[in-house]
T-cell receptor, first 114, second 116 residues
Framework: AQSVAQPEDQVNVAEGNPLTVKCTYS??????LFWYVQYPNRGLQFLLK??????LVKGSYGFEAEFNKSQTSFHLKKPSALVSDSALYFC????????????FGTGTRLQVFP | NAGVTQTPKFQVLKTGQSMTLQCAQD?????MSWYRQDPGMGLRLIHY???????DQGEVPNGYNVSRSTTEDFPLRLLSAAPSQTSVYFC???????????????FGEGSRLTVL
């Protein structure tokens, strides 16, 4: 079955430090990968995506993600965290057997401390 | 810029009651979908639609009905609510479907439903 795993329920980081939120995937064929962010009491917002090409993709709010095919990973990164980055982050992959569907991970809560 | 609008934002039901969660988008999106969000479960797809008059089941469709009579609207109906349907529901839409769907979903603000 196709799936996405986010192994950390929560990531804590001090403001100004680099952050990484991990995601691994399992799909057949070429993956389309995504990151979304959810602020408290809000809907999800698209951050970035990998379709093809450069393994390092840049997105909104200074976030970037690195696609690693051999490790089947798509980790979200930011060089310098802000307190305002504190939110719930979801990794997602397009279902290759039904391209109308996105499969979401369980989410990782990022807490950035002043 | 209304985007995706969901109503109501909060609702409390008793077991066995019925209700409809409304979703409307003003972006002329072909694709619309409903997800539920539960702690530790992430988002799970309930139903989706690739255009007016077309609907299909997602991962957790039981207990829910949908229809798509217009491009703009995609209501989600609970015919006989159960406590297991207590959740936060999100409607989402996107420009394209199928192989053209690059996954950039636009989400509503969510509807928090409690079934007693």
């Amino acid at each position: 079955a196709q799936s996405v795993a986010q192994p950390e329920d929560q990531v804590n980081v001090a403001e100004g430090n680099p952050l990484t939120v991990k995601c691994t995937y399992s799909v057949s064929g070429n993956p389309y990968l995504f990151w979304y962010v959810q602020y408290p009491n809000r809907g999800l917002q698209f951050l970035l995506k990998y379709i093809t090409g450069d393994n390092l993709v840049k997105g909104s709010y200074g976030f970037e993600a690195e696609f690693n095919k051999s490790q089947t990973s798509f980790h979200l990164k930011k060089p310098s965290a802000l307190v305002s980055d504190s939110a719930l982050y979801f990794c997602a992959v397009r279902d290759t057997s039904n391209t109308d569907k996105l499969i979401f991970g369980t989410g990782t809560r990022l807490q950035v401390f002043p | 810029n209304a985007g995706v609008t969901q109503t109501p934002k909060f609702q409390v039901l008793k077991t066995g009651q019925s209700m409809t969660l409304q979703c409307a988008q003003d972006m002329n999106h072909e694709y619309m979908s409903w997800y539920r969000q539960d702690p530790g479960m992430g988002l799970r797809l309930i139903h989706y639609s690739v255009g007016a008059g077309i609907t299909d089941q997602g991962e957790v469709p039981n207990g829910y009905n949908v229809s798509r009579s217009t491009t703009e609207d995609f209501p989600l109906r609970l015919l006989s609510a159960a406590p297991s349907q207590t959740s936060v529901y999100f409607c989402a839409s996107s420009y394209t479907r199928g192989t053209g769907n690059t996954g950039e979903l636009f989400f509503g603000e969510g509807s928090r439903l409690t079934v007693l």
